[in-house]
Nanobody, 117 residues
Framework: VQLVESGGGLVQPGESLKLSCAASALTFSTYAMNWYRRAPGKEREWVAIINSRGGSTNYADSVKGRFTISRDNAKNTVYLQMNSLKPEDTAVYYC???????????WGQGTQVTVSS
C-alpha cells in the first residue's frame, strides 16, 4: 500500500493550495480518509476526514470554513483544498487511510506547506 501526497509549497498568507493524496494497492472505496498535520515543535493534529463514499466530512475547528476535503474514488485520490491560509497552517501534511471494517491504517510520507510573507 502506498499513499503519496503532493501539492505542498510556499505561499503567502491569504492564498490557497490544493493537496492531493494518491493511493495505490488498496481498495480505496473501503477506506475513510483523513488529513493530519504536524507543525514544527508541535504534536500531530487531525485536520479533516471524509468517509469512504464521500458523503460525510468533518473538520477541526482550526480549519473549518477554510479547508475542504474531497475524494475521487475512481482516481483513488483524496484532496484538501486550503483557502485563506494563515502562517499557523504551516506544517507537514499527511494523509491517512482507515479501513471501514478492520480499522487498519496507512500513512503517507507527508508534504510540506509553508505560509509566510
Amino acid at each position: 500500500v502506498q499513499l503519496v501526497e503532493s501539492g505542498g509549497g510556499l505561499v503567502q498568507p491569504g492564498e490557497s493550495l490544493k493537496l492531493s493524496c494518491a493511493a495505490s494497492a488498496l481498495t480505496f472505496s473501503t477506506y475513510a480518509m483523513n488529513w493530519y498535520r504536524r507543525a514544527p515543535g508541535k504534536e500531530r493534529e487531525w485536520v479533516a476526514i471524509i468517509n469512504s463514499r464521500g458523503g460525510s466530512t468533518n473538520y477541526a475547528d482550526s480549519v473549518k470554513g477554510r479547508f475542504t476535503i474531497s475524494r475521487d474514488n475512481a482516481k483513488n485520490t483524496v484532496y484538501l483544498q486550503m483557502n485563506s491560509l494563515k502562517p499557523e497552517d504551516t506544517a507537514v501534511y499527511y494523509c491517512n487511510a482507515v479501513n471501514d471494517r478492520t480499522g487498519l491504517r496507512y500513512w503517507g510520507q507527508g508534504t510540506q506547506v509553508t505560509v509566510s510573507s
